[in-house]
């Protein structure tokens, strides 16, 4: 079992930054792989990035170049450094980790969730 807790969302305005935070516990951390997802109000939920246990990293073309997700294995958390932020950001961002190698895209390939935290920007 994996227990993953989100920090960090907010309101920030066109152009900002914010840093969520995944703190991870319940299992070896760098057993696991990460991934950010999120889903905007009446829209489906949409993969964000995604860290292997390499910390290898993936990313939507829709936030390649202003995001950046890492990983601190001491710390057992994960990032997700979220600059130049838009309008179209908003959204409900949620951390999952996943036992499996493959498909970091989907996620349905995710074994476990955070509860999610709200980022809103303003334009």
């Known amino acids: 079992q994996v227990r993953l807790v989100e920090s960090g969302g907010g309101l920030v305005q066109a152009g900002g930054s914010l840093r969520l935070s995944c703190a991870a516990s319940?299992?070896?951390?760098?057993?696991?792989?990460m991934g950010w997802f999120r889903q905007a109000p009446g829209k489906e939920r949409e993969f964000v990035s995604g860290?292997?246990?390499?910390?290898?990293?993936i990313y939507a073309d829709s936030v390649k170049g202003r995001f950046t997700i890492s990983r601190d294995y001491a710390k057992n958390t994960v990032y997700l450094q979220m600059n130049s932020l838009k309008p179209e950001d908003t959204a409900v961002y949620s951390c999952?980790?996943?036992?499996?190698?493959?498909?970091?895209?989907?996620?349905?390939?995710?074994?476990?969730w955070g509860q999610g935290t709200q980022v809103t920007v303003s334009s």
């Open positions: 999952a980790a996943k036992i499996g190698a493959t498909n970091y895209y989907s996620w349905a390939e995710y074994d476990y």
């Open positions: 319940g299992r070896t951390f760098s057993s696991i792989a």
């Open positions: 860290i292997r246990r390499d910390a290898g990293t």
